[in-house]
């Protein structure tokens, strides 16, 4: 080829690429004004939203489905009594002085006489019970609480002041103090005449603060 003949081939050629560029602009630009005109009518219309994103999800759906798939579900409640681990049935006596002073002792004390209080100081509450059982604590100001048998204080000692175990208000005294049984039920009566039937489960509390169940007024 001379010269001349060899410059027109390669603007030809040149020539093509660029008419080639030239299309893929414009196919880009067509492309891209589509996309442009369906994210207006989709940011202007909810329901044309909402099944574009199920379209999607449809489409992820059919190419990452997998038969091991997680399950996206509520949680079901748990109840936090049957997180805590079984706890060995051993017969204890659990006792309660008029000061408040708490301890639970191995096995049924069946003599008492020789339990020792601190001075000034004397028996209120014997209860022959269990390990695995709780109590619940019936205050004065109408709330109740419940205690574990197996979290109190060893009868090494004189045991230790209720309230460091729950959250007995300031000048609130114990005025029962009984076996739970979520299936029982407790009597509620004021000086005054009036009681009511309660079940001890929806009066058991597992908090330090317990729950009012009473509300008394003054006097």
Avoid at 6 to 15: K, Q
Avoid at 171 to 197: S, W
């Amino acid at each position: 080829l001379s010269e001349r003949q060899a410059e027109a081939v390669l603007n030809l050629r040149l020539r093509n690429l660029r008419k080639l560029e030239e299309m893929e602009l414009k196919n880009e630009k067509k492309a891209l004004i589509a996309e442009r005109r369906e994210l207006r009518a989709l940011l202007g219309d909810e329901g044309l939203r909402r099944a574009k994103l199920k379209s999607e999800m449809e489409e992820a759906r059919v190419a990452f489905a997998d038969p091991r798939r997680t399950r996206i579900a509520e949680a079901p409640a748990i109840d936090p009594v049957l997180l805590e681990q079984p706890v060995e049935r051993v017969a204890m006596t659990v006792i309660c002085s008029k000061k408040g002073w708490i301890r639970a002792l191995r096995g049924h004390q069946a003599d008492t006489s020789d339990i020792r209080y601190k001075d000034g100081d004397g028996e209120r509450f014997i209860i022959h019970t269990n390990s695995a059982d709780r109590l619940l604590a019936i205050a004065d100001d109408g709330r109740v609480y419940l205690l574990a048998v197996d979290k109190l204080p060893s009868g090494r000692g004189m045991g230790e002041p209720v309230s460091l175990i729950i959250d007995l208000g300031k000048g609130v005294d114990l005025l029962a103090l009984l076996i739970h049984d979520p299936a029982g039920k407790v009597i509620f009566a004021t000086r005054d005449g009036r009681g009511f039937l309660a079940e001890e489960k929806e009066i058991a509390a597992q908090t330090r603060s317990g729950k009012q169940v009473v509300n008394l007024g003054k006097g």
